[in-house]
T-cell receptor, first 114, second 111 residues
Framework: DGGITQSPKYLFRKEGQNVTLSCEQN?????MYWYRQDPGQGLRLIYY???????QKGDIAEGYSVSREKKESFPLTVTSAQKNPTAFYLC?????????????FGPGTRLLVL | RKEVEQDPGPFNVPEGATVAFNCTYS??????FFWYRQDCRKEPKLLMS???SGNEDGRFTAQLNRASQYISLLIRDSKLSDSATYLC????????????FGDGTTLTVKP
């Protein structure tokens, strides 16, 4: 089955703790993305990567870090510097056909602060 | 002003109704456009791309008006299962490959 997997489904963070969210894709997509969604809100871009070993900050990168050591994997670390991390985190990957770049999403991880 | 704006709704319609959503975008250089559907507490899923000539997929019709910088989604013969939030997505198609998402329009179809 081709697709995007995210784990865990739910994650609890204690104050001052760093946590890492996993995102894996077997679609052979070059580009991968991390978004944050708060209740009743749209998606906001945290980080994105167009190619292995390269990534760029999105609109709300503060308090987050990423790595892209393999094409299939794009983990997101929520650091203790992120003061309001409770949200729904969505990973996506994309493929380009002509001028159309279409994103496909994983099932998401819900992060809650204890 | 947001780059992509949608009427948040909610739209409450009876089964069988026709409902239309609009989405406006501010960057005239935008190149590709999409509608995604998001069910409660789930990930967004691609509903359809939007082409300049307009396109139809069963009960769903999407249209693009570049001059006025808006896209629309028309749902005919609404089903209960159409209840969801519909997200408008706009992409500049630069090397950055970033997409901008609207906040979504919530549709509830009632029996």
């Amino acid at each position: 089955d081709g697709g995007i997997t995210q784990s865990p489904k739910y994650l609890f963070r204690k104050e001052g703790q760093n946590v890492t969210l996993s995102c894996e894709q077997n679609l052979n997509h070059d580009a991968m993305y991390w978004y944050r969604q708060d209740p009743g809100q749209g998606l906001r871009l945290i980080y994105y990567s167009q190619i292995v070993n390269d990534f760029q900050k999105g609109d709300i990168a503060e308090g987050y870090s990423v790595s892209r050591e393999k094409k299939e994997s794009f983990p997101l670390t929520v650091t203790s510097a992120q003061k309001n991390p409770t949200a729904f985190y969505l990973c996506a990957s994309s493929t380009r056909q002509g001028v159309q770049e279409t994103q496909y999403f994983g099932p998401g991880t819900r992060l809650l602060v204890l | 002003r947001k780059e992509v704006e949608q009427d948040p709704g909610p739209f409450n319609v009876p089964e069988g109704a026709t409902v239309a959503f609009n989405c406006t975008y501010s960057n005239s250089a935008s190149q590709s456009f999409f509608w995604y559907r998001q069910d409660c507490r789930k990930e967004p899923k691609l509903l359809m791309s939007v082409y300049s000539s307009g396109n139809e997929d069963g009960r769903f019709t999407a249209q693009l008006n570049r001059a006025s910088q808006y896209i629309s989604l028309l749902i005919r013969d609404s089903k209960l299962s159409d209840s969801a939030t519909y997200l408008c997505v706009v992409n500049l198609n630069t090397n950055a490959g970033k997409s901008t998402f609207g906040d979504g329009t919530t549709l509830t179809v009632k029996p």
